[in-house]
């Protein structure tokens, strides 16, 4: 084997060798070896070089590490594009005269799988992983997955992978096409010696170069203008206000009419407009934003304990979910009730939620049985001695929770992790209660908890950094994405959430309907409204907690009774039947109802309000404002760490839409000042409310955004 040599830069990202007549051109970037303008010189530099040395005969590209290539590099989007661009390395790649082989292995996505579709030859390792993402981040395939993937291996299966952006396995990429090989191993290593031995054997019987361009997927013409019609009609459906997807099926059916370097063309043309739409913005905050969360300071000082048993304290709704999260992570669960009654529910509510997947054929009686083995129920909190993590899930009462922890200090093992799963309460009060409060945190599961991708990791005064870590790690096995907060009412998630429901409440008692909020909600981009959640998650919750703190609340503050009413009336929701909508064909079918708006009119004319209208834009930006100007207040009491904590909040636990990539986010995106004004705006109708957040006025004075405020974690 020949000396390495370097084919740009002082530390150079791709690595050239020569193995006999083979040039093996290695790209190591870490950690995903992305296509940063360095990589992209090496390449194309090493493509030059291995067409230019009479001595090389083939090509092969492989990637360092646990990655081929994990695509473009993503922190390069929106600033000043550098050449050579990715879609010009991938045409040099695919004319080159010398057969080019790409050895994947772990992560080939987006540009990654890009440069691999531009190579002549492919083969794959187990453990790779084939996907065409840019869907998620806004984009669409720019260096010409549009045009290649169809002409390899058709129109229909090449929108779904660029529609879904989901990441292919090795096997399905071969039955598709996609890969010519699958060859044995998993590593760096394995990946350049098959890739060695496979371009040899092409060298050897004189395999010439064979291009992409001039596959034949799109050769039944029926077949394909059928896929495209149907994508049509189902992004139409599903891609709700989204730009990209439908900027994908046009350069897919580019692909079927246009010759292969004007549907390149046109594939660029689109990548540029969606590379300047703000909903890639909004999608690339949110990719770096919920990798950004799992770095609190305590993941970085301290080692989490160990966590091997789990204990779950309730098996109601949050204890029975938090139970499958944690079996669905394939650990053991002990569960404890208050009496054998309460026990076999809770049971069987985690039963249902196996069997379900049982009916639905996605899970075996036997996998079932095996999962719920590992189910040990008890009523005897002795049965938690061996737990490495116990959760409370019991009522909502901090008596009740008090007692609870009481005996778990006494039953425990010295280090164990003793969290709550309490939605409002003040933790500092349950740690403050027991002998080891250093071993209290918060672990706020979303419902349904095996479902909810959040998790607010609540950290309380006295808690050990070990602990916090150990949260995070949790967190991590249970595949949800962790946010730090702090202790305060509602934390980050319920307490934004009671102003801007303040806010809807003040718009329909002010003269929008309950059914012009939910449509202005969902218009913005929200699956639901606010009112359809309410009916969703039962009125009289919310009701209860109202009653809970009519004593506190602050005398001045505008009350809207209009739900109350609701509620004394028994209409709770999908439950009861009705709500602030009527179904009476079942939770599906909510329609508006004429009595709620008889009701709203008269709750107006007791509070002596004159209804005006509001349009559309008025909902979205009031709406907006309180949960803005709220999350500037949670992140000014460093309640939450950073803005992008809020964001990811609210994407993952609230529905806010993803391409709009979170209050905060969207904030910067409008301009503060914009939202400044419309606050002090409002502030005229109502200056308690609307009291402008201290750091939203700050950063505007300083001429400063949220984003700013990111990097100081
Ligand atoms: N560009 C820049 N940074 C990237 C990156 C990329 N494409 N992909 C990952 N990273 C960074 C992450 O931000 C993270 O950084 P941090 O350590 O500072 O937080 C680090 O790499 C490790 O990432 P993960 O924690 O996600 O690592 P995993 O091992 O869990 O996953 C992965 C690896 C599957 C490659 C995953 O990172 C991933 O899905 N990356 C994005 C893939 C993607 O969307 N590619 C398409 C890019 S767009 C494109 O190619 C356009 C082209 O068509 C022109
Ligand atoms: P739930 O009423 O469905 O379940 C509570 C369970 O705790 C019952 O099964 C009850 O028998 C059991 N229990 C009560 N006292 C007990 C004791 N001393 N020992 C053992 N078990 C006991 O309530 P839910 O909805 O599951 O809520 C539980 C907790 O989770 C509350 O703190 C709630 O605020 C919180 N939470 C609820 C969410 C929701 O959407 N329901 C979301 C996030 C948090």
Known sequence: MSKPSTAAGETPPVHLAREGAILVVTIDNPPVNALGVAVRRGLMSAIEEGEADAGVAAILVTGAGRNFIGGADIREFGKPPQSPLLTELCNRIEACSKPVLAALHGAALGGGLEVALAAHYRVALGNARLGLPEVQLGLLPGAGGTQRTPRLIGAQAALDMMLTGRHLGAKEALSLGLVDQLVEGD??????????????????????????????????????QAAIAAARAEAGKKSRGLFSPHKIIDAVEAATTLPFEEGLALERQFFLQCLDSPQRAGLIHAFFAEREVQKAPETRNAQPRRIEQIGVVGGGTMGAGIAVAVLDAGLPVTMIERDDEALARGRGHVEKTYDAQVAKGRLTQEARDAVLARLHGSTRYED???????????????????????????????????????????????????????????????????????????????????????????????????????????????RILAVYRQAADYLMEDGASPYEIDAAVRDFGFAMGPYQVVDLAGGDIGWATRKRRAATRDPRARYVHIADRLCERGWFGQKSGRGFYRYPDGPRSGAPDPEVLALIDEERARAGITPRSFSKEDIQRRYLAAMINEGANVVHQRIALRPLDVDVTFLYGYGFPRHRGGPMKYADMVGLPNVLADIRAFAAEDPLFWTPSPLLVELVERGANFESLNQAG
């Not at 990946?191 to 040899?200: D, I, M």
């Not at 992409?212 to 029926?222: M, N, V, W």
């Not at 901090?398 to 922890?405: G, H, I, R, S, T």
């Open 187 to 224: 590593s760096a290593d394995h990946a350049r010696a098959a890739g060695l031995r496979e371009l040899q054997a092409l060298l050897d019987k004189h395999a010439p170069v064979r291009r992409s361009r001039d596959g034949k997927g799109l050769a039944d013409t029926a077949a394909t």
């Open 384 to 494: 938690l001695s061996a737990a490495d993590v116990v959760i409370e899930a019991v009522f909502e009462d901090l008596n009740v929770k008090q007692a609870v922890f009481a005996e778990l200090d006494r039953v425990c093992k010295p280090g164990a992790v003793l969290a709550t799963n309490t939605s409002y309460l003040d933790i500092d009060a349950i740690a403050a209660s027991i002998s080891r409060p250093a071993d209290v945190i918060g672990l706020h599961f979303f419902s349904p908890a095996n479902v909810m991708k959040l998790l607010e990791i609540v950290v309380p005064r006295q808690v050990a950094s070990e602990v916090v870590a150990t949260a995070f790690e949790l967190a991590k096995r249970l595949r949800k994405v962790p946010v730090r907060a702090g202790v305060c009412d509602g934390f980050i998630g319920n």
